[in-house]
């Protein structure tokens, strides 16, 4: 007679209790995974700041002095807004040879139509750019004095600095020649309502 276990081998079946405890079980396993599962997939739903974060922003630029630059928020980046003086709009034509795309014509960071030209704006003595260096993100420094001085050449005619790595940028935002940054400072899409009133994330043709 042989010894090995017979392969007919029935398991008893499952009471009652067992049965309802194992589907009670499963279900609570199961309750508790999409418990788990759901505020994972809560956090790619947009937040209501962030979605105010992407609206454009209404600026009153009337206080504004030549000069003068204010920075405002738009979509979680600094903006930029600079009155510029008469001298330095003339200073843009002496640093036109030096800077690597006076025309704004790379793609990386594509210029609207109405600022390409070489102040880089639809008004010409207001700036308004992005101020992130397109090199590793860090924020320039202001430097509008001219003439030499630390890190910058001795005719520089006024612009703005980025001390992380030494990217230089004119009145207009247009980055110096044989510098790590390897584009212009972004403009962005930006319309005037009025005399006062610049309205930075939309145009006209939004």
Sequence with gaps: MSDAPSSNFTPAPLDGTKRTWLIASS?????????????????????????????????????????EKVTVEWRGKPVWIMRRTPEQLASLKKTDAEVADPNSERTAFPTPEYAKNETRSIKPELLVVIGICTHLG???????????????????????????????????????????????????????????KLLIGEDKKA
């Design 27 to 67: 279900c609570v396993g199961a309750a508790g995974a999409v418990a788990l599962a759901t505020p994972f997939v809560s956090s790619f739903a947009p937040s209501e700041k962030a979605k105010a974060a992407g609206a454009a922003v209404e600026v009153d630029i009337s206080s504004v002095k030549p000069g």
């Design 138 to 196: 860090c924020s320039p420094g202001d430097k509008f004095a001219t003439g030499a001085q630390p890190s910058l050449p001795d005719n520089w005619q006024g612009g703005f600095l980025c001390a992380c790595h030494g990217s230089t940028f004119d009145l207009a935002g247009r980055v110096f020649k044989n510098k790590p940054a390897p584009d212009n400072l972004e403009v962005p899409p930006h319309m005037y309502l009025s005399d006062s």
